[in-house]
């Protein structure tokens, strides 16, 4: 496995794998690797001779300085981890290479950027496009793979992808979870024991909520009920929001193509979960 | 010289050409083009192997439908042009392929794209950004040509290159003129014959400003007379600036990288020009 801290030599080694390999697959993360980065890279050794991963806390995306601060960096364990998965290349940059001038530029979606997580999390999703952006034109892949999970991040990505022309194939693969139903996320790793028993009531809500729009109570019911359970757990429910997976537009029942999703803070750690509903 | 007006069938050709090329050059144009135009055509034939030339009018850079339904239209004169400059390849899309979604992407260069034209086009830089975005996505050039008379485009585009790590080199190449002086632009074909008489005076108070700034004379100063002169021609100043090069920020009086920005309305045309000062 070749680890690569910079852009150029990055760009030379691929500019020779590229003139052999029908196909480079890319797997970016921000390191803390779990499961569910592994079953992405799994997806891409599948798909592709070469697999690309790239470890990088961006710190565009994050807009609140405590939670990049805290976020969990593992990257000797991280390398260890891919190497064990077969992945042939690493791209672990510093803040420097990946921002070598101060970023001006920033990406407005037209809404889709502003809801959701973008509400609570103003300027992340264009913090997002500006890493990916770059991250694309430096590993220039075929097919780029990202986790379910992330949702909305994965709906920027495509309008990224169809608005930009990037010549590339988007995978999204589905949640990992624990065997308690907890989706697996690097800031898991932040939950103390207490938090840690608490935290599969999000998925629970989730599940609870699916079935109880199929008795056919309301959004609003079941968010008030789902909030007070949480409440009680010592979990604070940020947004649960039954919508339709193209626009991420608000729905009061569910349609052929829908998604619940949902944030909430388990402690100071804050988690998002979701589950497409048939 | 073969001419695409569909992404995937150039994109399968470059694919070819860039397996044995050691380089393509690429020149964006609005089409109706001029000497500066070929200029651009004759720089990247002598760096590059292969040059690609677009003709596409991108209605997301227009923030006056007008100028956008009277932007000179030529086609066939075009590709006539362009074969007799030995140009290699052509890719002429529609705006159904290269806009195939309503777009919904906007790019804020955080100051720098609402100054000077920003300030009279709205949404101009946003819409070069996103098409010249796509562009370098389709073509996948290693060094890509403008001209300097759309000098804060040069700049903007600098920033795209730049943040989201394009790989490829930019060249700004000289304005070409006319005899009298005259910027060469595409829009100089809607001037009627009086005003392409009096059209000159937009260089001239270029060449005015820079003699009376040597001079110690104060922009503000020169500006007024300047304006009064253009009115008298029946041309309407829309801004005239001493700027650096870098930021383009306004300055008092000649720094060694300073740059004058002129726009004027010649009738119902709009014209831009500008002039290096040392």
Redesign the interface.
Known sequence: MRVFKE?QPL?AYLKQIR?SAKSIGFVPTMGALHSGHLSLIQASKKDNPITVSSIYVNPAQFNNPKDLAKYPRTLAEDLAMLENEGCEVVFAPSNEEMY??T??????????DQILEGQYRPGHFSGVA?VV??LF??V?PQVAYFGQKDFQQVKIIE??V??????LHLRCMPIVREPDGLAMSSRNKRLNTEERKQAPLIYQSLVQTQQRLQQGQSMSQIRNDIAHQMAQAGIRLEYLELVETQNLSQLDHVVPKSVLLVAAYVGEVRLIDNLMLE
């Open positions: 852009i760009r003139a070598a001038t970023p001006t530029l920033r990406f407005d979606f037209g809404g889709l500006l952006a770059k034109n430096i220039q309008r990224l169809e608005e930009l022309k990037f010549d």
